[in-house]
């Protein structure tokens, strides 16, 4: 068999691999694990905190914090797990709950449906993405929180309980209770 | 031996080490915290025993033992040079530059030169060889 | 399910579903099908009253604020400055104090365990031998992910062969055994998983059920 002639690149590697190596110090495998998670870091940070600067300011924070503890952290549970919780607490100390998402004088009246018309049409999303945007703001933050990992993120309930260090059952009740208010918020918009 | 200067000693390791083929960079020493300065009310003093840069850590052990120099350095393979060559000639320059420094103050304590090599980068083109 | 915490306003459907569920089942990105929920009139009525809300977070997703990937400079900064080291072990020289960080070693013989077929390196620790009659002898511990196409000695064999040559041949390190412990299978190339809703991140690579 030939051996490859370049170095193997480390974009492949599973999460697990590339976390032995940045705990033992390589720093290139840590800025794979930085490239892969930081958009929906930043995603859920921009949701739970209200803007953007603060948001990168977290997620900035969340990876140095987990850079300087990764010699402590024991796999015993994902590090998609792990660096959602340091960003879960790195928002919650900042204690920002801050301006929603889109200001709320952005946000138009819906318009009327008539379908044919493309740019209107979506206008009209966007318009709505925005009321929810601001809805989202107005939640409870663990509902927010539970909201935006399950929606926006796709994780498992169980996934959402070890982020958040909540039961199972507490993660569905806070689900179902901002589903019971964002869809009263949405209600303009049907 | 307070009238040399051991900013102008670590400078010169420095541009020694930094001037050794193969070398691409000094590793910073985390910040050091200068707790002999301890009492409020005498002046803080900073102890001749130890100073660093990025990369260079001097200290003159008194004495007698001389000069004790140590450098971090970051190294770049290329074919033919093994991270120990490049190592090596650092050494032999650093300790070269140190000795002829302490000379042109009329110095000639013993320098002892340990090189710390914290960092391997490839050339992106070649294979590692 | 009963509905076991006391704030949560759930409802009881007239068909006896609960609100909760019901809704569940209509936002799961993968629905089961459920022959009850095809007919029922008030299932119907409750999952319509969440068209809105299920558009609006479709939109949502769609305008997920985008992370400028030029911020992790920042973070690699602070990174590299707090560099962990690790053990510094002797170069290969008699007499010159010449030492080189673990984790610069460990970089350059995982690389060249990678450059092995089939094989991809996950911990790679050094030491200095005791038992060497070299004062400057480093002994390596490697743990690999190894496909399992071929016997796993002579993968492992390969592997050592490597490490030692790049221990000798780009560092300059004196390398009297080379430990390998296999921890996983290394799966052939997969097709990524599906993705699922919005900007979620990929499902884990390497192929272990997840776990928690």
């Known amino acids: ?28 495998a840590f800025a794979v694990l930085i490239h892969r998670h930081s958009q929906p870091l930043y995603t859920l940070a921009y949701y739970m905190i209200g803007n953007a600067q603060d948001a990168e300011e977290a ?95 796709g994780l498992s309930y169980k996934e959402i309980a070890h982020v958040t260090h909540a039961s199972e059952p507490t993660v569905r009740g806070r689900l179902f209770r901002a589903r019971l208010s964002l869809k009263e918020a949405m209600a303009p918009w049907r | 031996m307070a009238a040399l200067g051991t900013a102008d000693l670590i400078t010169a390791a420095e541009r020694a080490a930094l001037a050794t083929p193969g070398v691409t960079g000094l590793q910073p020493f985390l910040a050091r915290r200068l707790t002999e300065a301890v009492s409020p009310v005498l002046p803080p003093t900073i102890p001749e025993r130890a100073q660093t840069s990025a990369g260079v850590r001097a200290e003159h052990a008194p004495g007698g033992s001389g000069w004790s120099i140590e450098v971090r350095c970051m190294v770049m393979v290329t074919e033919g040079h093994r991270v120990l060559d490049t190592a090596r000639i650092a050494h032999d320059q650093i300790q070269s530059a140190v000795q002829a420094h302490l000379a042109e103050h009329g110095a000639q304590d013993p320098v002892t030169v340990t090189v710390t090599v914290t960092r391997i980068t490839v050339p992106p083109a070649g294979r590692v060889p | 399910m009963a509905v076991d915490h006391p704030l949560s306003p759930d409802e009881e459907l007239t068909c006896g579903r609960l609100l909760s569920q019901v809704w569940d089942q209509a936002l799961n990105p993968a629905p089961a099908e459920d022959p009850h929920t095809m007919t029922c009139p008030s299932c119907h009525e409750a999952i319509a009253s969440l068209a809105a809300l299920k558009a609006a977070t479709r939109a949502l997703r769609g305008q997920a604020p985008t992370y400028l990937q030029s911020l992790a400079h920042g973070v690699m900064n602070i990174v590299r400055s707090e560099a962990r080291l690790g053990r510094l072990l002797p170069l290969a020289d008699p007499v010159l104090d010449l030492r080189i960080a673990e984790s610069a070693a460990a970089k350059v013989l995982r690389q060249a365990a990678d450059n092995v077929p089939g094989v991809r390196a996950a911990a790679c620790r050094l030491a200095p031998a005791d038992n060497s009659d070299a004062a400057d002898g480093v002994a390596v511990a490697l743990t690999l992910a190894a496909s399992l196409d071929r016997p796993l000695p002579e993968r492992t064999d390969e592997v050592r062969r490597a490490v030692i040559h790049a221990a000798e041949r780009t560092i300059g390190l004196h390398v009297t055994a080379v430990d390998i412990t296999v921890i996983e299978a290394l799966d052939p190339p997969h097709t990524p998983d599906p993705p699922s809703p919005g900007s979620a991140p990929p499902e884990t690579r390497d192929g272990r059920p997840r776990h928690g």
């Open chain 1, 1 to 28: 068999m030939n051996e490859r002639t370049d170095s193997a690149p480390q974009s492949d590697l599973p999460d697990g691999v590339l976390t032995v190596r940045a705990a033992e110090g390589d720093d290139d």
């Open chain 1, 59 to 153: 997620v900035q924070d969340a990876f140095v914090s987990a850079w300087r503890r990764l010699p402590d952290y024991r796999h015993d549970s994902e590090f998609r797990t792990w660096i959602y919780r340091i960003t879960v607490n790195r928002c919650l100390t900042m204690r920002r709950r801050g301006r929603p998402a889109i200001p709320l004088e952005a946000v138009p009246e819906p318009a009327t449906d008539d379908g044919w018309d493309s740019p209107a049409r979506a206008a009209e999303q966007k318009a709505a993405a925005a009321a929810l945007a601001c809805a989202l703001g107005n939640l409870e933050g663990g509902q927010r929180l539970c909201w935006v990992l399950r929606e926006l993120q």
